[in-house]
């Protein structure tokens, strides 16, 4: 089998009709299995792939040429079929097809009537390659393609398991022997689906995807319990259902080559930082590990978490991102928002904050406790958003910036619906 693209398959049919058929029998069962998984084929069959791809190109449906007659079946095809032919996509095989098209050339029948010695004088090797494109020859012998590596590894265990303590020892037999083979391979892993299956015959399934290739027999072990701690197999939650069959398979990737620097600052290794999450988020839970981001909408409050990048691999997406950049841009100013913001009574003067009062029963920030009094003020800044909206998401705020005794700056916001004034943050 010679694959070529997402679309076009080249396979060696012979030997397959001891054991399907005659080849309309084989052309109609591929295609049969093709439209079993949802895609529409065009399947032709003759005695060179050259005839095979022009005739599948061409003609809809199914496409059988008895061997020996391609150059006549080929022969009825216009000139433009042989611009489908991977070798036709040089910009000088699209100059001689013009150049026959000049000719008066139309059709593949009239191309292979023409003396190939005179084609060639006159054309060169393009013009010989076409002349024997249009007899159906071959110039090249079908390189069969081998099938991909699969890094996976299967126990059906005598004694179903009943916990991660057991199923850790398992899982080290396994993930040894995949490392081993990642190694030897020079592959990386950057996916790793477990599956399950319990002892009720049921299927648990789960996929890891890591933050950079890797391959380390204890890192992959200590990924797969943790993920497994957080969510373990089987309908109840609470407890861990017995494991009769466990199976471990990887996606990998070419192995990862490191070049550390004498100038750069040490970072800690994606191994490390990748256990690390996987702890985290089976102890706090995925939604609250991750790195922070701002959401791309008109409200500046909205955000979300995204997965944890390494350093080392965050800088090079960002120099790819912007290679103009030569290190990343920070702002003058950032704020600090609280997770909830916290919400005080202010005193006014013509509608400008002038004093903070706090609640006694709220903890406030230090440098906020300590000074209540606003020193200098910046506002207000007026916005409003999603009114054009049914939802309940709307926001009609003023803010202000101001700095109080202690010099520490702050956002005030008032929503103008409610009157209501709230602390957002800090500013630096």
Not at 184 to 192: N, P, S
Not at 221 to 238: N, V
Request: proline share 6%; glycine share 6%; net charge negative.
């Amino acid at each position: 089998m010679e694959p070529h693209g997402d679309d076009v398959v080249v396979c060696d049919a012979r030997g397959l009709t001891r054991v399907i058929g005659e080849p309309a029998v084989i052309a109609e069962e591929m295609r049969r299995m093709a439209w079993d998984r949802g895609v529409g084929v065009r399947v032709a069959i003759a005695g060179t792939h050259t005839a095979a791809w022009l005739l599948a190109h061409v003609r809809p449906g199914l496409t059988v040429v008895t061997p020996g007659d391609e150059a006549h079946t080929l022969a009825r095809l216009p000139m433009t079929a042989l611009a489908m032919l991977p070798e036709c996509r040089a910009r000088i095989f699209s100059d001689v097809l013009e150049t026959l098209d000049r000719w008066g050339v139309a059709t593949l029948g009239d191309l292979a009537r023409l003396p190939r010695a005179d084609v060639s004088s006159r054309l060169g090797l393009a013009g010989a390659r076409l002349h024997q494109a249009a007899w159906g020859e071959d110039v090249v012998p079908l390189v069969a393609t081998a099938e991909a590596t699969r890094f996976i590894e299967r126990v059906e265990l005598e004694w179903p398991v009943d916990g991660l303590e057991p199923l850790s020892f398992v899982l080290a037999r396994v993930c040894e022997a995949l490392s081993g083979a990642l190694e030897r391979a020079d592959r990386g892993a950057v996916t790793i689906t477990t599956r399950l299956t319990l002892v009720n015959k049921t299927l648990a399934e789960r996929t890891l995807t890591l933050p950079a290739p890797m391959r380390d027999a204890k890192v992959l072990r200590t990924l797969i319990l943790l993920d497994l701690e957080a969510h373990p197999p089987g309908t109840d939650a609470e407890h861990f259902a017995g494991i009769d069959i466990v199976e471990v398979e990887l996606g990998v990737t070419p192995g990862r080559i490191v070049q550390k620097s004498l100038l750069a600052h040490d970072v800690p290794a994606v191994e490390d930082i990748a256990t690390l999450v996987a702890r985290l988020q089976a102890l706090m839970g995925e939604s609250r590990v991750g790195a922070p981001v701002v959401l791309d909408t008109h409200d500046p409050r909205k955000s979300s978490m995204k997965p944890f990048i390494a350093p080392a691999f965050a800088i090079e997406r960002l120099r790819r991102a912007s290679p103009s950049s030569k290190a990343p841009q920070h702002p003058s100013a950032t704020i600090r928002r609280f997770r909830l913001p916290m919400a005080v009574r202010v005193v006014t003067d013509h509608g400008a904050p002038v004093r903070i009062v706090l609640s006694a029963l709220r903890l406030a920030p230090a440098g906020l406790a300590q000074g209540k009094e606003i020193t200098h003020r910046a506002g207000p800044w007026r916005t409003s958003g999603q009114w054009w909206t049914a939802d309940r998401d709307t926001w009609d705020r003023d803010e202000w910036d101001v700095s109080v005794e202690t010099g520490v700056v702050y956002r005030l916001a008032r929503d103008r619906a409610t009157d209501r004034w709230e602390v957002e943050g800090v500013i630096d």
